[in-house]
């Protein structure tokens, strides 16, 4: 199987959709001739054609209002918001309008169409390029969000999100785009080559929603988390020499609550992570499962490690960023107790 | 305008309760004098079109001039029957609103002939995306009106299944999309539906409405900018009721002559039309999907019309507006005057009125005999509760499954 990075990973993806149904549709903000800034979309649209693959005027408001008029029609759209920060203008169209489509016409109508946006920090983004939104759309009934955490999940998630009918927020680390990241500021790029999800398979596979992954066994304590934080929580755990069991959750809404209950009632320890700032964030909702679930097994308060409850800063971005030394620090706090 | 001075300015409407209203200020093209280009004609030709008046119908209600579609008596009676039928209908649910009926109700008073003849004039394969004050569609598209009814009243046969506020109608069937309660909402989504159209290569397009009070919104611009970019077959109506619940039309409007006249700025062909005026409506419409369905791209088309009541049953009109203003407005009752137009050509009379009105208001309360049979909202019976955990995705998950039997059904 070919090595891919997570860019090559969606674009593959993007390439089987389009050619397996002709009603898939690929737009954004440069998302056509110059495929993406990212280049996700790159050769999309020389292959499939002008009408099929194309960009879209600045108005994050008006994709999404594309893509419900679109889905509304039969098309499949595969949106891209140009970073996960620009996604703001298009919130009444997704949380009032995309989100309750299928409910308030009683399954009349539908809105499947994925929404792909690149997201998180660890890039010297600054506060508008670093931002990881997805609390705002776990709150919405009627959305699925997805963050992906490697190339094979990345393409698999994806076509899998296309399949679902129902929208979904595709989130794209795009810190670990091109190789996993350890936490450690400013290491040197590592290649997805040598990594075994880096394998990725040239034609259509998907990979289920709503399942998490076991991406490391352990006994010592539970981590929880999605994104590159799976890549930085591993990296803690080799360095620290620490046994932990780290849970990629790969779909947001709707969680694995089996596989998180499983691991967290035979452990009893848990550090919960997300890179968004601290107060009603994703981890929030994790904790209060999981005390709902497990309150009787935990050993130890769980840890929410989490960014700062401030705008994603720039120069001190290492001071926000849940890094491999909190990461060691939240494991440790957890097994102590 | 300036008195060489900048001053915070906030507009005041013309008039507010206690004022009497002169609308003798409005200038007001006569119908007939505008004239009908090409409906291919380039978008930056339309600019007289856009600030002047589409009518057809003239103060002594002749059909005159080159906007005249020179429909039949048939299809002018049929046009009739449905608006009089939709202000039956809303005067009847207006009354069980305030018998306690339903929760909530809008009429469309005034503003039949915007929905009813632009429903005519639409192919019945085309979609349509409207705001919350079209009803007349649903009739002029033949929607059976015990199932509408049952819709507002919330029973056990709302096709809605009870989670829509009455009025909010959907119907897949009729090519007529969910309403949603946020303003201008529609207007880029019909866009999208317009440009799927084209990618399937059908001949089917999309119109959409919204109030002139919502052209505020930045979806206005959104569906404007998409419309005019990928040469959409859409037609965006903005219906220029005057007032936005309490507001006037000149909050929204600034110092731009017209609403219509907006949309020449982004490309789009834009008519500022008569919308009390079947024909004008009518013949508007129909130039507009002309230009669509020929590769012409979008229109926008402003419906110059009046609210004749209240915006909601939570309004009271009297608080923030005189009360004589509609029996003032000079474009009259779209329902008289092609009442009128049809008896001056010997089409019609007033005692075969009469009976339309008699056998509307029976069918009407024949319908809702029926509809409430099904049940009512303060009595039921309703959807099944447990309804409210479905449809919100293609299939429940665990956490849907576990809080419906949280809730016990």
């Keep these: ?337 | 305008m300036s008195n060489g001075q900048s001053r915070f300015r906030v507009p005041a409407p013309p008039y507010r309760p206690g004022d009497e209203p002169d609308f003798s200020y409005l200038e007001l093209q006569k119908a007939g004098e505008a004239s009908r280009p090409d409906p291919l004609i380039a978008a930056s030709q339309t600019g007289e079109l856009a600030t002047g008046l589409v009518g057809v119908l003239d103060r002594d209600h002749r059909a005159v001039g080159s906007w005249n579609p020179e429909l039949s008596p048939e299809v002018l009676r049929e046009g009739l029957s449905h608006m009089v039928l939709t202000r039956i209908y809303d005067e009847r649910m207006l009354k069980l609103q305030r018998q306690g009926k339903m929760s909530f109700y809008m009429k469309s008073t005034g503003e039949e002939a915007v929905a009813v003849a632009a429903a005519m004039a639409l192919k019945p394969g085309d979609m349509v995306f409207p705001s919350y004050r079209q009803q007349g569609i649903l009739f002029a598209r033949g929607r059976n009106i015990v199932d509408m009814m049952c819709h507002c009243i919330s029973n056990s046969r709302d096709n809605l299944k009870g989670r829509q506020l009455p009025v909010h109608y959907t119907w897949a069937e009729g090519k007529f999309f969910s309403i949603s309660g946020n303003l201008g909402t529609q207007f880029p989504q019909a866009v999208g539906y317009a440009m799927a159209c084209t990618y399937k290569g059908d001949d089917q397009i999309a119109a959409s409405w919204i109030g002139e009070g919502a052209t505020a919104e930045g979806d206005f611009h959104g569906a404007l900018t998409l419309a005019s970019t990928y040469r959409a077959p859409v037609i965006l109506n903005v219906v220029n009721n005057q007032w936005a619940i309490s507001t006037t039309q000149n909050i929204a409007v600034g110092d731009a002559p017209t609403f219509a006249s907006k949309g020449l700025g982004y490309g789009v062909a834009s008519l500022r039309v008569d919308g009390n005026d079947f024909l004008a409506v009518y013949a508007a419409t129909r130039w507009a999907s002309e230009r669509a369905r020929k590769g012409g791209g979008a229109t926008l088309i402003e419906l110059f019309t009046y609210r004749g009541d209240a915006h909601s049953t939570s309004d009271d009109p009297s608080r923030y507006r005189p009360r004589t203003e509609f029996d003032r407005w000079p474009l009259g009752d779209p329902i008289e005057r092609l009442k009128q137009h049809l008896i001056g050509g010997s089409a019609w009379d007033e005692d075969r009125h009469a009976r339309l009105e008699e056998q509307m208001t029976a069918l009407v309360v024949q319908s809702y005999k029926e509809a409430e049979s099904h049940g009512t909202l303060h009595e039921g019976p309703l959807t099944p509760t447990e309804t409210i955990f479905e449809d919100v995705y293609a299939k429940p998950d665990w956490r849907l499954r576990r809080q419906r039997q949280d809730l016990g059904v």
């Design chain 1, 1 to 337: 199987m070919p090595a891919m990075n997570i860019i090559q990973a969606l674009n593959s993806g993007m390439d089987v959709l389009l050619d397996r149904d002709p009603d898939v549709v690929v737009f954004g903000e440069d998302a056509g001739y110059f495929g993406g800034v990212f280049k996700a979309t790159d050769g999309l649209q020389s292959k499939h054609g002008l009408d099929r693959v194309f960009d879209t005027p600045i108005n994050e408001a008006a994709i999404a209002a594309m893509a419900i008029g679109m889905a509304a029609k039969g098309l499949k759209p595969i949106a891209e918001i140009q970073f996960a920060d620009y996604i703001f203008p298009a919130i009444d169209q997704i949380v009032s309008e995309m989100s309750r489509i299928r409910y308030r016409s009683a399954g009349q109508f539908a809105s499947g169409c994925v929404i792909r946006s690149p997201w998180g920090g660890g890039i010297r983004g600054g506060q508008t390029h670093s931002m990881s939104p997805e609390a705002f759309f776990t709150h919405v009934p009627g959305l699925q969000v997805v963050v992906c955490s490697n190339p094979y999940d990345a393409k698999g998630l994806l076509i899998a999100s296309m399949e679902s009918g129902d929208p979904v927020i595709f989130f794209e680390p795009k810190r670990i785009y091109n190789g996993p990241f350890d936490g450690v500021p400013d290491t040197p790029l590592k290649s997805w080559a040598k990594h075994p999800k880096g394998e990725v398979p040239e034609g259509y596979y998907t990979v289920e929603l709503g399942k998490a992954e076991i991406v490391r066994e352990g006994q010592a304590c539970t981590v929880i988390t999605y994104g590159t934080l799976v890549h930085v929580a591993a990296a803690a755990a080799e360095a620290a020499g620490i046994d932990a069991e780290i849970i990629d959750l790969k779909t947001l809404t709707p969680y694995d609550i089996e596989t998180i209950a499983r691991s967290v009632n035979r452990i009893g320890r848990v550090v919960v992570a997300q890179e968004a700032p601290r107060t009603s964030g994703f981890a929030a909702e994790l904790i209060a499962q999981i005390q709902e679930e497990c309150f009787y097994a935990l050993e130890a308060p769980v840890y929410r490690l989490t960014g700062w409850d401030i705008p994603y800063p720039h120069a001190h971005e290492w001071a926000y960023f849940p890094t491999r030394d909190r990461f060691v620090r939240a494991m440790k706090t957890v097994m102590e107790a």
